[in-house]
């Protein structure tokens, strides 16, 4: 759910990883990071995060001496972009979003190698003529080779004898030589080296010894054309090699500010707020909505515990929807310890626990196994050896599946 408002596959991955904390502070902190995150969106209208692409293992192989392809240069430079997108959006006067700010100077944009390699790169196949003075020439060269072969090949083929001797008017490559289509009964009349045939024998694929010297000299420079591309892609990743650790650290930067901004996003679409947080154990939902059920159809519930009390008891009829309150409860407190907005009124107030701790099953059937009193009294006696008095138990049907008055005695118990 969280995952799909991040705009990056890394922060998709932390979304779905996401840690829950159990000091207050820490999570005062990541709820006034969301909030941050909420107040960006709302004065922007959009995320000001730009999709990117996680380099970090490109990185290490630039690092070692490795030469970058295309693809990983490009995508390097969008990181750069990126980052740069997030310092503007984030670094300014505004004095309302101080721990966004602190994470967005943190970055280094690096425009200057992001220009290097999109002035360079055209494509993830294909390298600009301007990426050096020496691959312009190159390909100069190239361009004159390839007029120079085909024209000769165009005036065999137009020639008085090229009809009668060829299958088709036509030059194509093969073997990355240029060649005519020559019919095999006329293979004696067109000298030249015969790079491939058709499935049936009957054309021959020919390049004519007048074409075979400017043929070599275009292979020539095509191979100088490599060898300066490679050069060129070499240079581009010392580059980056030289700013490897100032890239990686960018993008776990740019991955926390990803997921606060998820955060955000979520929080905006489920029209949630910043709940007031303690570490005293008081709770008040109001008007708390289950965030997994759809809105349209979902019960507000409203519920307090923590001060004069630290044990509720909620009752009443089947499907009356006591197993989706305390659902409610786990979740939204969850929720809030791992920094994200919560969906209820303002009021709502969540109290910080150092574990939360559930026996809720599917209790709704008639009948009730031995197997399943069994399995829930397993879970139960686990809970009860670990508790601790900061901690948030949450029992469904406590006692159901046995007996009923023996059950409610166990459930007094415990």
Known sequence: MLSAYAATDIGSALCLQLPVHSTLDQVKRLQAET????????????????????????????QKGATLSM????????????????????????????????????????????????????????MADSASPELADIRRHIRQCNDRVRDKLQSIIHSSTGSKYLQ??????????????????????????????????????????????????????QSKE??????????????VAQVADELAYNIDNLAQLDVAFAKAQMARAMNAIEPKLNDEGRIRFVRVRHPLIDPAQVVPCDLWMGEDFTTLVITGPN?????????????????????????????TEIAVFDEVYADIGDEQSIEQSLSTFSSHMTNIVEILAHVEHNDLVLFDELGAGTDPTEGAALAQAI
């Open 35 to 62: 909030q941050e995150a909420l107040v960006i969106l709302t004065y922007r209208g959009d995320s000001p995060m730009v999709p990117f692409q996680d380099m970090r293992d490109a990185l290490h192989l630039a």
């Open 71 to 126: 693809r990983m240069l490009l995508d390097i430079a969008d990181c750069c972009r990126a980052a740069a997108a997030a310092k503007r959006a984030l670094v300014t006067d505004r004095e309302n979003t101080p721990i966004l700010r602190a994470v967005a100077v943190r970055l280094a944009p690096n425009t200057g190698l992001a220009r290097d390699i999109t002035d360079a790169i055209i494509s993830e196949e294909e």
């Open 168 to 221: 088709d008017a036509i030059v194509t490559v093969r073997n990355g030589r240029y060649v005519i289509p020559v019919r095999q009964e006329y293979r004696q009349f067109v000298p030249g080296l015969v790079h491939d045939q058709s499935a049936s024998g009957a054309t021959l694929f020919v390049e004519p010894l007048s074409v075979v010297e400017a043929g070599n000299e275009l292979k020539q420079w």
């Open 226 to 239: 490599q060898q300066e591309i490679e050069r060129i892609l070499l240079m581009l990743s010392s580059d």
């Open 319 to 347: 499907t009356g929807g006591k197993t989706v309150t305390l659902k409610t409860v786990g979740l939204i407190t969850l929720m809030a310890q791992a920094g994200l907005h919560v969906p209820g009124n303002l009021g």
